[in-house]
């Protein structure tokens, strides 16, 4: 009846009090019972559900009789039944007994009526079907197309003379997404009415292994070291990686290039690599965690060997620079799509993005270039000798380091310097300060 629990579980502590058990201070004759600090019930309800999709039915059933706490709604077993069974009345008046909202209700009782409407025009029952789509199916406010596709169902049923009637009427009623026979009609209606269910009713299938594996994705992800290719699964223990944070495995080599690599860069949503050589060229490599990079596209254009490349921050753009020239490329396509050029002399060392339409360069030749997609014109700006530089990831700063172990920071809109350096120094032997 409306307004019953759905869940009417009795208290272990009474339930042991029942039996002769005394309670004190939280334990149960040396049992600690201890508040969780989540939901009793709903983690009493996820551990039944995990024994008995373990095949442990005998255990999932004694953990109900002690605990009292169902894994589902004892409804839902009523539903069920309800619904195999042909019997639709009965099935609606279950359904406002498991907490549906009234939206989804309506979804659950139209499509046990037009399973009902299928089954009395296989049957036969023209003018049962008929009543059944005017005063059932009608006035629940269904998709008007669907109910269309119903009545004309109803149009086209008649004497099954011969095979050609009978495919007929078979191809109608496939139009209406219902089907006659009681078995293959009945069970997608029950899995639509499960999945219409909140999980205080029915539980999400797997729930518990669910979230232990949520569980041990976010341990992983918060070990700085953890750098294995298998997963984590030990469920005994914490995440941990022990020993030094750069990889000791192998796992796959790369070697489509016909000389040195000089440099590698992961795109930002890491499904690909590019990898620049000596060999003149770039290779765009897919990546898919587990699989042997494959390459996608040679990027060849350059006369000389590459020594940098960097992906836009949306990943659609990609530059590589070679002695002076740096040239723009479409990774999709393999297509050059721009070429830009320093001095003669300008060696470009390093190349970093500001955003998707803008990038700079930095040269041996104490210069940084800041340049855009759409044109071969570039401002300058005089610095020290740069070997490497960096965007912040709000691109608000840019960061270059020299060969005199100067690490200085720059507005990247106006180039303008901040007010102090930071010297780099060789760091002290272990033990002195």
């Not at 009793?40 to 255990?59: D, N, P, W």
Request: glycine residues 8%; charged residues 25%; contains cysteine.
């Amino acid at each position: 009846p409306a307004g019953r629990p759905l869940f009417d579980p009795v208290d272990p502590a009474q339930r042991h009090g029942e039996e002769g058990g005394d309670v004190h201070g939280g334990e149960v004759q040396g049992d600690v019972v201890r508040a969780l600090p989540f939901d009793k019930r709903a983690y009493v309800r996820v551990i039944t559900q995990a024994l008995r999709e373990m095949g442990f039915s005998r255990a999932a059933s004694e953990l109900v009789q002690e605990s009292g706490i169902p894994e589902n709604a004892p409804a839902i077993s009523k539903l069920r039944t309800r619904i195999m069974a042909g019997d639709w009345q009965g099935a609606e008046e279950v359904l406002p007994t498991l907490d549906v909202d009234p939206a989804a209700q309506r979804e659950c009782r139209f499509a046990m009526k037009k399973q009902k409407y299928a089954e009395l025009l296989e049957n036969g029952d023209v003018p049962a079907a008929l009543d059944c789509l005017q005063q059932e199916l009608a006035p629940l406010g269904g998709d008007p197309a669907t109910v269309h596709a119903l009545a004309l169902q109803l149009v086209t049923k008649g004497p099954r003379d011969g095979p050609d009637q009978e495919a007929q009427s078979s191809s109608s009623q496939a139009g209406a997404g219902a089907s006659g026979s009681e078995a293959a009609g009945r069970h997608p209606v029950l899995k639509m009415v499960l999945a219409t269910l909140p999980p205080a009713v029915l539980l999400p299938p797997n729930r518990l292994e669910t979230l232990v594996t949520q569980a041990l994705q976010f341990q992983m992800s918060k070990c700085v070291r953890y750098n294995r290719v298998e997963d984590w699964r030990d469920l005994l223990s914490d995440c941990r990686a022990e020993g030094p944070l750069v990889p000791q495995e192998t796992c796959f080599v790369l070697d489509a290039h016909k000389d040195e690599v000089w440099f590698t860069q992961f795109s930002h949503d890491g499904t690909r690599l590019a990898s620049a050589s000596a060999d003149k060229t770039v290779i765009v490599w897919g990546i898919v965690t587990g699989e042997q990079p494959r390459v996608q596209r040679i990027l060849a254009g350059h006369s000389d060997a590459i020594t940098c490349v960097a992906w836009s921050r949306n990943d659609r753009w990609l530059v590589s620079c070679a002695k002076e020239k740096i040239k723009l490329w479409n990774p999709d396509t393999g297509e050059e799509l721009r070429e830009f050029s320093h001095a003669d002399t300008d060696t470009v060392a390093s190349l970093a993005w500001l955003d998707n339409e803008r990038f700079v360069s930095g040269s041996c030749g104490k210069k940084i270039h800041r340049w855009r997609v759409d044109s071969e014109a570039a401002e300058t700006f005089g610095v020290e000798r740069v070997i490497d530089l960096a965007i912040s990831a709000d691109g608000a700063t840019l960061v270059t380091i020299s060969p005199d172990r100067r690490i200085r920071c720059f507005d990247a809109l106006t180039m303008r310097e901040h007010a102090s350096a930071i010297e780099a120094r060789p760091a002290a032997p272990p033990g002195e300060n």
